[in-house]
């Protein structure tokens, strides 16, 4: 799976947070307004770029933004570490949103990370696996994170979702859920969405590390966008995401699976 956000994705997004104009932030990297708005649509680097200049004047690491610019991937997580864990790719119009299953392999009581645009799929692995669906939890309630609830709640009417309503901002502070075996902690990690969730899962089986389901707060090499609310989101990420232990999986709402240490070592942001 690609990355989220391309290098110009990136500046484009830090730009937008720093609350710059497409010609000072040129102005001030030593490029012209036209290069700067060719690298944030289509990521093409001007030549020559100068990515400490360009970092500065966004807030962003340079060395690191200039290791997604030469093609920076995360290391492909081996999942076979988590037996009881599957992401589920759908899209709509050509637009991704990854979902993920858990289970609790004594019990077979499972439970949804956010729904996706299609509920088939996520059926499909409950039917197979033999599960009961316990709980449908949301990270925030942008439509491609719900949109298969009213198909999922209607085949599986006994499932809880959390939370229940559109949230305040307290709804998911210091809750925690078992799953079987598993513990389901929700941390509020608002920024990108004011009704934001991450979820921190252990006690897999044979020690796997724990597993973050981040939702749109942060994605491999990149985060959330999050105008007007960036400091708060950057905070809630450093405080509840990337504190984490270093092995901690995490399972964002859109690229591929990263790890808290790939992201501290690789991500512009932090
Ligand atoms: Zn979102």
Redesign the pocket.
């Known amino acids: 799976m690609p990355l989220e956000d391309h290098i110009g994705d990136i500046i484009r997004k830090a730009r937008l947070h720093a609350a710059v104009s497409i010609e000072s932030t040129a102005h001030a990297a030593g490029i012209t307004p036209a290069q700067l708005e060719d690298l944030e649509q289509n990521g093409t680097l001007p030549n020559p770029i100068d990515f400490t200049r360009i970092a500065n004047v966004l807030g962003l690491d340079p060395a690191k933004l200039e290791r997604i610019a030469r093609g920076w991937e995360p290391a492909r997580v081996d999942t076979s570490r988590w037996r009881e864990l599957r992401l589920i790719a759908t899209n709509s119009a050509g637009f991704g949103v990854n979902c993920y299953l858990v289970w609790d392999s004594d019990t077979r009581m499972a439970a949804l990370f956010d729904t996706g645009f299609d509920a088939v799929p996520v059926l499909r692995l409950l039917h197979e696996n033999e599960l009961h669906l316990r709980f449908v939890f949301v990270t ?1 309630g ?1 439509h ?2 719900v949109a298969a609830w009213p198909q999922i709640q209607d085949a599986h009417p006994q499932a809880q979702r959390f939370p229940n309503t559109v949230s305040s901002d307290s709804a998911g502070a210091q809750v925690s859920f078992q799953l079987g075996n598993l513990r389901i902690s929700a941390r509020n990690t608002p920024g ?2 004011h009704d934001g969730i991450t979820y921190i899962v252990t006690g897999w089986p044979d020690n796997a590390p724990a597993v973050a389901f981040v ?2 707060c942060l994605f491999a090499g990149s985060m ?1 966008k999050a105008p007007g609310h960036a400091a708060l989101a950057r905070e809630k990420i450093i405080t509840h995401i990337l504190s984490l232990p270093p092995s901690t999986l995490i399972c964002p ?1 859109h690229g591929p699976l990263t790890t808290v240490s790939e992201e501290l070592a690789n991500n512009p942001f932090f």
């Open positions: 925030h942008h491609d994170h990108h969405a939702g749109d959330g709402g």
